[in-house]
Structure formats: structure tokens, C-alpha cells
């Protein structure tokens, strides 16, 4: 069934689009910049993430409605495993925690962007993909800040 949506929803879309692709080229980069490989590990996912995102966008522009359930299963992102706890002497272990903080920078604008996105919105459609999107952002959100406090890097 065709999506139709109006103005400003159509607006919205491209803005959020324009957001996502700013997740996925920082993710990318941190990915290759992280030197803890659990970290790295989350990275790419979240990237990969950020990119299912932008399709759904995209989509949803096209008219179409995003399957939303099928996608990504519900897997916590880093549990934050005590093991991988190595020292690589500090300045490696402070880097690491910039681009955490700074990814949680991002997933919160994004976060807060969406969430205004769904409060200028009646379309069913449109509500469930963002509110679906958002839920992941969150889960984003959760898995840095899991991981700086199980390398006790929070604070
Ligand atoms: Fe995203
Ligand atoms: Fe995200």
C-alpha cells in the first residue's frame, strides 16, 4: 500500500536521512580508529545499523512502507565482557572513550530529531518506522555507554 505523506513529513525524511548518513560515515571511521576490537566490533554493527535506517528512509519516501519487524534482531550490544579488558597503556583506552562520548553525542541528537519527527506526525506509517528507528538509537545510546563503564572509562 502506497505511503502518502505530506510536506512537511517529506522535509523531515530528508533531514533524517541527511543524519543518518553522518552515523554511518562516523561509524565507519570509528571502527577503523578504535583500537579495542570488541569496540570495533560494535561499530561496525551499529554502522551497518545506521545504514538499514537510511534505507527505510528512504523508502518511506518512495512510498512504500518499511518492513520494520523483519529487520535486525534485538541482540544487546556489547554486553561489555570484563575479558577484553586490556591494558594498551592509557592513551589507547582514552581514545577509545572520545569517540564512545562522541557516538553518544550523535545518537542523542538523532534520538531527539526523531523524536520530533513522530510528534509532527499522524501517518501510521511514518510513526511506526521512526519510533522503530528511534528504539534503535536508544539501543545505541545504551551499548557506549555499557561499554565505557565496563572498561571504567565513565565518569
Ligand atoms: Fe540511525
Ligand atoms: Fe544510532
Do not use: W
Not at 64 to 77: D, L
Amino acid at each position: 500500500m502506497d505511503v502518502q505523506l505530506t510536506q512537511q513529513e517529506r522535509q523531515a525524511l530528508q533531514d533524517h536521512k541527511k543524519h543518518e548518513e553522518v552515523c554511518i560515515q562516523k561509524y565507519e571511521q570509528f571502527a577503523q580508529q578504535a583500537s579495542d576490537p570488541q569496540l570495533q566490533n560494535m561499530f561496525s554493527q551499529f554502522a551497518e545499523q545506521e545504514r538499514q535506517h537510511y534505507n527505510s528512509l528512504d523508502q518511506l519516501l518512495s512510498g512504500k512502507q518499511p518492513s520494520t519487524s523483519g529487520g535486525g534482531q534485538k541482540q544487546n550490544p556489547a554486553p561489555g565482557g570484563a575479558q577484553s579488558r586490556q591494558q594498551t597503556g592509557g592513551g589507547q583506552n582514552k581514545e577509545d572513550a572520545l569517540l564512545c562520548r562522541d557516538a553518544m553525542m550523535m545518537e542523542k541528537f538523532i534520538s531527539d530529531s526523531y523524536d520530533n519527527g513522530i510528534f509532527q506526525s499522524t501517518n501510521p506509517a511514518v510513526r511506526q518506522t521512526l519510533q522503530h528507528i528511534q528504539d534503535e538509537e536508544q539501543q545505541h545510546g545504551e551499548g557506549l555507554l555499557n561499554y565505557l563503564q565496563s572498561q571504567g572509562l565513565q565518569g
